[in-house]
């Protein structure tokens, strides 16, 4: 074991959907805390199900699951929504975005759901803080506008802007660039990293495209640590 | 409040479901508040068929009888009282003001009503409405007549028009046998229309009923050549010598009941004496059913309403799943969710009563004066009334409790579907 405790450790977690097939079987995957991890997989090989898994979204699963040094399983139902809310950032895949609400509501959202995160916004108002992400981003210009009327590249950088403010321990991005352009791409990764450093979170980042991959601390293929599906 | 607010915008997001659905609730609530108004106000219009009325005296029988035949002119006395008992009770200390009727003989159906002008001035409906003239003026002479508004109206009679009167009150209308041809009466004027059973009679002078049977031996028309010729007639030369009944205003309401106890203890003739607000009530019960029926109608309209709700919410869902969906993974936990959807429905049931409150108190202003002038039904125009409010709590209450069912729902969805977003 190492100094610190690591930000994610799996032990023989096995999960599948209702009565089906064995989706994960994972005899040990480890993050340690500030790691940048890139994971990639063939497309239905299980990496949005283990994404869910370690986010406290689905149960049902054997094995042992630590996130941030806790066990998710000893959390009840909302003790797990609250941390995983007040402690994770989540970037879908797709359809990131609450219909009904503006690009400035979808972003401050968990932080008005979460006292906890919006205390780690230390005292930066919570709009002005949204406001600098969202520059960051370069989608400042959309904050007022129907989310609906966003293209499918803005609309995932304002899920990255949301799952960013207020600088969560662990962000869990699902395949966020994939609808991003070369420019994009670049510059929402360098704000990606550069929150993680400033905040000192740990980023697991799902991605088909590999070449962002040398851009991180340490790549996994999901296959090689999963054995279902194998 | 975050949840309030998602709540809001989701249900604004979609605004044509949302309108359909409060409008639907509206308007069961508009039905279910105004039901209860029309009732209260049906019951009140009852109750005030006639006011300020404290007693009504006739000869001793059924008090429901008294009532029909002196208020709603259903029915028959079986026995009259003489004019002598009725001249003691007018004069009495206690009493106010009296009004006579003398009834038996009816007009094509229509009943007539001897009375004196007492009934032109003191006799009230609707609490303090007064007995006017739209046309012509009071009968002065014996055989004059005055038409209540009905009358008027379905025989086309005006001021000025001649009829005769027939004797007894059975649907023989205009039979002819025995009607008192040889006296014919002079129409006088025409009643304002009351919306009361006033306006289904005729009115004419207590010496008019005595004048055309003022030749008749024992209930028998005189045999032809000896009848008393009408010109021959004057209010002077007429004796009354009964009448059916009279309606009686007492000093004080203490003397009310003095009087009542000692009306039906009279020694001289046996007589009975009714409070007309009271054995109204009592007639109110029996017929009262049908107001019960109503209700039970309006509650399953407001149930078909509160359904609609639930299947609008329910079928929502579906297209929701993926907002669940990203509401859970951003930390908004099963209790966010559930209370996110009961928030919804509580919304929508709450707006629906607004609405409802609303329309009734639209339809209301524009239609009390038509249904009052045509029904004589007084709807009032108030903030709900305490069974009102309990209606109105009771589906909010409903509204919340039915939000649980897609709640429950949409938390399942949430845990089958973990993150993967369905569409
Ligand atoms: N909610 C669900 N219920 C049942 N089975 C599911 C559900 N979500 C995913 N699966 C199944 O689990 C397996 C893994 O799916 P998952 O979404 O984790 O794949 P993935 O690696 O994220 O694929 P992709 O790269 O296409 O996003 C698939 O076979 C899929 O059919
Ligand atoms: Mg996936």
Same mark, same amino acid.
């Given at each position: 074991m190492s100094g610190t405790a690591p930000a994610i450790q799996l032990t023989d977690v096995r999960f599948a959907y209702g009565k089906g097939p064995t989706v994960l079987d994972i005899p040990s995957f480890r993050v340690e805390a500030k790691e940048r991890v890139f994971l990639f997989g063939p497309s239905g090989s299980g990496k949005t199900t283990l994404l869910g898994v370690m986010a406290g979204v689905l149960a049902g699963y054997s094995g042992g699951v630590e996130v941030l040094g806790r066990d998710i399983a000893k959390l009840s139902g909302s003790q797990r929504d609250a941390f995983r809310g007040s402690h994770l950032g989540y970037i879908f895949q797709l359809f990131n975005l609450i219909p009904y609400l503006s690009v400035m509501e979808n972003i401050t959202l968990p932080c008005r759901l979460s006292a906890e995160r919006r205390a @780690? &916004? =230390?005292?930066?108002?919570l709009e002005q803080g949204a406001h600098a992400v969202a520059q960051r981003l370069g989608i400042d210009e959309l &904050? /007022? =506008? @129907?989310? /609906?009327? &966003?293209s499918v590249g803005q609309q995932q950088r304002v899920a990255a802007a949301r799952s960013l403010l207020g600088t969560p321990e662990l962000i869990i991005a699902d395949e966020p660039t994939s609808s991003l352009d070369y420019d994009h791409r670049e510059k929402f990764l360098e704000l990606l990293f550069e929150s993680c450093a400033a905040a000192g979170s740990t980023l697991l980042f799902v991605s088909h495209? @590999?070449? &962002?991959?040398?851009?991180?601390?340490r790549q996994l293929s999901l296959p090689d640590i999963n054995r279902a599906g194998a | 409040m975050v949840l309030l607010s998602l709540a809001y915008h989701s249900l604004k997001n979609r605004v044509l479901t949302t309108a359909l659905t409060v409008f639907s609730i509206g308007l069961s609530i508009a039905l279910l508040i105004g039901v209860e108004n029309v009732r209260v106000g049906a019951r009140e219009s009852f109750a005030n $068929? %006639?006011?300020? $009325?404290?007693l009504i005296v006739g000869a001793r029988g059924g008090s429901l009888q008294l009532l029909l035949y002196s208020v709603f002119r259903i029915g028959a006395a079986t026995n009259n009282i003489t004019y002598q008992t009725y001249e003691h009770w007018k004069n009495h200390p206690a009493v106010a003001w009296t009004i006579p009727y003398s009834l038996g003989d009816s007009h094509r159906g229509f009943r007539v009503v001897g009375t004196d002008e007492n009934f032109y001035k003191h006799y009230r409906f609707r609490r303090d409405r007064s007995i006017t003239f739209d046309s012509g003026r009071l009968p002065q002479d014996v055989f004059e007549v005055a038409l209540g508004s009905d009358v008027a109206k379905t025989l086309g009679y005006k001021t000025g028009d001649k009829i005769v009167i027939t004797h007894g009150v059975a649907a023989a209308a205009g039979r002819g046998i025995l009607d008192h041809k040889d006296k014919p009466f002079t129409v006088s004027g025409v009643l304002t229309k009351t919306a009361t059973p006033v306006d289904r009679s005729l009115y004419i002078p207590l010496e008019g009923i005595s004048a055309v049977h003022i030749d008749w031996t024992d209930g028998a028309p005189p045999m032809p050549g000896e009848e008393v010729p009408?010109?021959? %007639? $004057?209010k002077q030369t007429v004796k009354i010598d009964q009448i059916t009944s009279f309606l009686l205003r007492s000093k004080s309401r203490i003397d009310t009941l003095r009087l009542q106890r000692e009306i039906s203890t009279y020694a001289e003739e046996p007589m009975q004496a009714i409070i007309p607000g009271l054995t109204l009530q009592e007639l109110w019960r029996t017929i009262g059913y049908a107001e019960d029926a109503l209700t039970v109608v309006t509650f399953f309209v407001i149930i078909v309403g509160l359904l609609g709700m639930l299947v609008s919410l329910y079928t929502s869902l579906n297209e929701r799943r993926r907002e669940m969906a990203i509401l859970r993974a951003i930390g908004a936990g099963p209790f966010k969710i559930i209370s996110l959807l009961v928030l919804e429905s509580f919304l929508l049931s709450i707006a629906g009563c607004v609405l409802g409150v609303a329309l009734v108190y639209v339809l209301s202003v524009t239609f009390q004066p038509i249904v009052e002038q045509h029904f004589g039904l007084y709807v009032p125009i108030q903030p709900p009334t305490s069974t009102g409010w309990i209606y109105l709590g009771a589906v909010a209450v409903a509204g919340l409790i039915i939000g649980f069912i897609p709640a429950w729902k949409a938390y399942r969805n949430t845990l089958s579907d973990g993150l993967s977003v369905r569409l």
């Open positions: @780690r &916004l =230390k005292g930066v108002p &904050l /007022t =506008k @129907r989310v /609906t009327n &966003l495209d @590999r070449s &962002l991959m040398h851009l991180f601390d | $068929t %006639i006011s300020q $009325t404290d009408a010109e021959k %007639i $004057t």
